[in-house]
């Protein structure tokens, strides 16, 4: 189905516009990347944290083999809502950039300068003819020389950085919450519990919110990724004080 009469013969190339300038196969891809699983992420006071929800359909079902975060190099981390397989692709290309940078120049990658690589990526496939977007949206973060770096990236090749962030379903929401909560200086312990409320707003409305769920980590002034146990969150899940 074609969203109206507007758009016919021009929602079947990524590469022709509208008469009202739009670019339908990338308001689709994004389409995608909104009925994603929340991922969050923010900026704390030593570091950034990251936090994925994971649909677990069914008992069978591994949680730990549904991919939301993807380790890119030592010091960035990615999250992605949308496509997993196109997640899985960008990611890849990410992770190239990083490892020639690291052979070319004997240092780690920027992280603006990685987010940029991988950006252009996205708005070469919006571009060309025979290409179809990618339907996935990321948060690149990290800390390099510069600090703490939080980016989204975005299928139409744009690119913004954010102290705070949400990617996937119920996005809005989770962002009027971060614009009201978020704050400077945030403790990990603070922040944690920042990004569980707002996860619980990407929930169906009758769906659990449940930490074996849940998947959390964090880089911290040291620059190494370290997982927030199942645990902890239900500690921070379970603490009702602030």
């Not at 010091?75 to 190239?96: P, T």
């Not at 409305?205 to 902890?232: G, V």
Request: proline content about 3%; overall charge neutral; some cysteine.
């Amino acid at each position: 189905m074609y969203p109206g009469s507007q758009s016919v013969n021009y929602d079947r190339a990524a590469t022709m516009f509208s008469p009202d300038g739009r670019l339908y196969q990338v308001e689709y891809a994004s389409k995608i990347v909104s009925q994603g699983t929340l991922g969050v992420a923010c900026k704390y006071n030593d570091g950034i944290l990251f936090g994925a929800y994971k649909k677990i359909t069914s008992k069978l079902l591994i949680p730990a083999s549904v991919e939301k975060l993807f380790l890119i190099d030592n010091h960035v981390l990615g999250l992605s809502a949308g496509l997993v397989g196109d997640a899985r692709r960008i990611i890849g290309v990410a992770r190239q950039k990083a490892q020639e940078n690291k052979s070319y120049y004997d240092e780690p990658i920027q992280i603006e300068t990685l987010v940029k690589e991988v950006s252009n990526v996205n708005q070469i496939f919006t571009q060309y003819g025979g290409m179809r977007p990618f339907g996935v949206s990321l948060i690149i973060g990290g800390i390099d020389k510069s600090g703490k770096r939080l980016f989204e990236t975005e299928p139409s090749g744009a690119l913004a950085e954010y102290h705070a962030i949400a990617i996937g379903k119920n996005k809005n929401k989770a962002m009027e919450f971060f614009e009201k909560e978020w704050k400077e200086n945030l403790s990990k312990q603070v922040a944690s519990k920042l990004l569980l409320k707002a996860l619980k707003l990407g929930l169906d409305e009758k769906e659990t919110f449940d930490a074996h769920n849940l998947e959390f980590k964090f880089i911290d002034s040291a620059q190494k990724f370290n997982p927030i146990s199942e645990e902890e969150l239900n500690g921070l899940l379970n603490n009702k004080k602030e």
